[in-house]
Every structure is written in structure tokens, then in C-alpha cells.
């Protein structure tokens, strides 16, 4: 474990912060060049390749710490959905685990809400995985992982579907029914313009849902033995293709740590 630099104010404290650092698939180009050809009266052309902002130094990433292993990755889709996004941008970063249940000094003090993921960009602390998302968006730009505006929302319902019937204690209360409908409508939805959200290449709505459906599995699974229907084939198919990905299983939390995340809701 070696020790965090971090803002001035958090010195003191910076042999307490647990710390990974992770680099994307050295494989993968990290420095690309843009090349942009005037025409007379027209937009710059850009013949693909790019040159963007390039982190040389790792990003900063406050991360829930597994609850079953110490000096792990915990659970949390939200965070997921940022180290996706960093890994598909093939950019470099550091984990800062924190025990959401014992919340450190240093980390209330950068994090108001208490809450992860949390990424320092340009000096600053930024929470909230819609607003890191577009922030990392903007600042690097390459390779664009925006979701069109009329797609981005698709989808969107199953989580708080899944909550409700992961919750449920009457098996007869809708909630089921309410989850099963809008998978289906997912899926039919693939069918249409899949293999992604956006067709054929992964977007921003992939790389937030797809740890939500991690999550479902797993926990639905657990606390009620359910899974997708087999019928469902286009989000099964969506389900497999992204949870197989190096970057998915590089950021995904461990099994065991999602079902004592949701212990407390199904529970409490
Ligand atoms: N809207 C936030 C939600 C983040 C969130 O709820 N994070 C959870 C962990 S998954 C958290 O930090 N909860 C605080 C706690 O457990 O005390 C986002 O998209 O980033």
C-alpha cells in the first residue's frame, strides 16, 4: 500500500488513505494525433484521428472499499460507471478507498455528501457520477463516449424497478410485473437499434447501465432467486457482451460485496 499525495489540507492524514493505482490495457494507443484539413469556407475536416487532453498523471478516484475484503474495490454501480468511462478513454488513475462505513476525516472534508465516486479534476473534487461523467466528456474528448440526448434515458427505469422488487416483501405487489416490463421494453428496444444504446458502438447510457444489470443480477439472484427470463435473448446478449469486457471485469465489484450492499434494503 503506498501513500495518497493529495491536497495540502489532507497531508496529515495521507498514510491513512488506502490507495490502487490502475493504468487501462497498455495494449491500447494513449496518444493520438489529430489531423485537420481546411477546406475553402468549411469546417476544419478531421480525418479521425485524434489528439486529445491526455491525463499524464493518474486521476484521482474516491471509491466505496469492499466491505468482504480489505484494500479491495467495494461495491457501487455509480463508481463502476466512472472507472468504465476512464478505461474506455484509456486514461490512468488512482483508487482512494473509503469505508463508507466508517467515513475518514479527509474525505468528509472533500466530500460534503459523503458519498463516491469522486474525481479530482483540474485541482478540484468532483462528485456525482452524471456530473463527472460530462466533465471527463469535455475534457477528453477522445474517443467520444456521449449518448446521443434522445437515447441517453433509455433504460433509465430499470433500476428503481429493481430496487422496488428487490424491497418487496408481497409477491403479489406489482413490483415484479413493473421490472419484468421494462426489461422487456429494453429489450425489444435492442432488437431495434441494438447491439447498444446508441447501435453499434458503446456509449455513456451502456457504461451506466450495464453495472446497474450487474447488480441486479447478482442481488435478485441472491435475496429472491430470480434472473433475467431466458426469453429476453437481446439483453441477454447485451448483458454477456458487456459483463465479458476487460474493462467490465477490471471494475466490477466482487459478488459478495454486492449482496451486503443490498442487505440493508432488502432487510431493513
Ligand atoms: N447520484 C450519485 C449517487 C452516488 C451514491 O449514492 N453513492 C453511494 C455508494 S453506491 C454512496 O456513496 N453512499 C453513501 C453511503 O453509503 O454512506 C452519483 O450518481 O454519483
Same mark, same amino acid.
Given at each position: 500500500?503506498?501513500?495518497?499525495?493529495?491536497?495540502?489540507?489532507?497531508?496529515?492524514?495521507?498514510?491513512?488513505?488506502?490507495?490502487?493505482?490502475?493504468?487501462?490495457?497498455?495494449?491500447?494507443?494513449?496518444?493520438?494525433?489529430?489531423?485537420?484539413?481546411?477546406?475553402?469556407?468549411?469546417?476544419?475536416?478531421?480525418?479521425?484521428?485524434?489528439?486529445?487532453?491526455?491525463?499524464?498523471?493518474?486521476?484521482?478516484?474516491?471509491?466505496?472499499?469492499?466491505?468482504?475484503?480489505?484494500?479491495?474495490?467495494?461495491?457501487?454501480?455509480?463508481?463502476?460507471?466512472?472507472?468504465?468511462?476512464?478505461?474506455?478513454?484509456?486514461?490512468?488513475? @488512482? !483508487?482512494? #478507498?473509503?469505508?463508507?462505513?466508517?467515513?475518514? +476525516?479527509?474525505? /468528509?472534508?472533500?466530500?460534503?455528501?459523503?458519498? *463516491? $465516486?469522486?474525481?479530482?479534476?483540474?485541482?478540484?473534487?468532483?462528485?456525482?457520477?452524471?456530473?463527472?461523467?460530462?466533465?471527463?466528456?469535455?475534457?477528453?474528448?477522445?474517443?467520444?463516449?456521449?449518448?446521443?440526448?434522445?437515447?441517453?434515458?433509455?433504460?433509465?427505469?430499470?433500476?428503481?424497478?429493481?430496487?422496488?422488487?428487490?424491497?418487496?416483501?408481497?409477491?403479489?405487489?406489482?413490483?415484479?410485473?413493473?421490472?419484468?416490463?421494462?426489461?422487456?421494453?429494453?429489450?425489444?428496444?435492442?432488437?431495434?437499434?441494438?447491439?447498444?444504446?446508441?447501435?453499434?458502438?458503446?456509449?455513456?447510457? @451502456? !457504461?451506466? #447501465?450495464?453495472?446497474?444489470?450487474?447488480?441486479? +443480477?447478482?442481488? /435478485?439472484?441472491?435475496?429472491?432467486?430470480?434472473? *433475467? $427470463?431466458?426469453?429476453?435473448?437481446?439483453?441477454?446478449?447485451?448483458?454477456?457482451?458487456?459483463?465479458?469486457?476487460?474493462?467490465?471485469?477490471?471494475?466490477?465489484?466482487?459478488?459478495?460485496?454486492?449482496?451486503?450492499?443490498?442487505?440493508?434494503?432488502?432487510?431493513?
Amino acid at each position: 500500500m503506498s501513500t495518497a499525495k493529495i491536497t495540502p489540507s489532507a497531508t496529515a492524514i495521507s498514510a491513512t488513505i488506502k490507495h490502487l493505482s490502475l493504468r487501462p490495457n497498455p495494449n491500447r494507443t494513449l496518444f493520438t494525433t489529430r489531423i485537420s484539413v481546411p477546406g475553402i469556407g468549411r469546417r476544419p475536416r478531421n480525418l479521425g484521428v485524434a489528439v486529445s487532453a491526455k491525463a499524464t498523471e493518474p486521476l484521482e478516484v474516491c471509491v466505496k472499499e469492499s466491505v468482504t475484503t480489505p484494500n479491495k474495490l467495494g461495491d457501487c454501480p455509480f463508481t463502476q460507471r466512472i472507472l468504465l468511462t476512464l478505461e474506455e478513454k484509456h486514461l490512468p488513475y @488512482d !483508487l482512494k #478507498l473509503v469505508d463508507l462505513r466508517n467515513k475518514p +476525516e479527509w474525505f /468528509l472534508n472533500i466530500s460534503p455528501e459523503g458519498k *463516491v $465516486p469522486l474525481l479530482k479534476l483540474d485541482e478540484k473534487w468532483i462528485p456525482d457520477s452524471d456530473v463527472i461523467t460530462q466533465a471527463l466528456e469535455e475534457k477528453f474528448p477522445e474517443p467520444p463516449l456521449a449518448t446521443p440526448p434522445e437515447k441517453a434515458t433509455v433504460g433509465s427505469k430499470i433500476f428503481s424497478t429493481f430496487i422496488g422488487f428487490l424491497k418487496s416483501k408481497d409477491s403479489n405487489d406489482g413490483t415484479e410485473q413493473a421490472l419484468h416490463s421494462e426489461l422487456t421494453a429494453f429489450n425489444n428496444y435492442l432488437q431495434e437499434n441494438g447491439p447498444f444504446i446508441n447501435g453499434k458502438a458503446i456509449s455513456a447510457a @451502456d !457504461l451506466s #447501465l450495464a453495472p446497474k444489470l450487474y447488480h441486479l +443480477e447478482i442481488a /435478485l439472484g441472491h435475496y429472491k432467486k430470480w434472473s *433475467v $427470463p431466458d426469453s429476453l435473448t437481446y439483453l441477454k446478449s447485451y448483458m454477456k457482451t458487456i459483463f465479458s469486457m476487460d474493462s467490465f471485469i477490471k471494475t466490477r465489484a466482487q459478488p459478495e460485496d454486492v449482496i451486503e450492499g443490498w442487505r440493508p434494503k432488502v432487510e431493513g
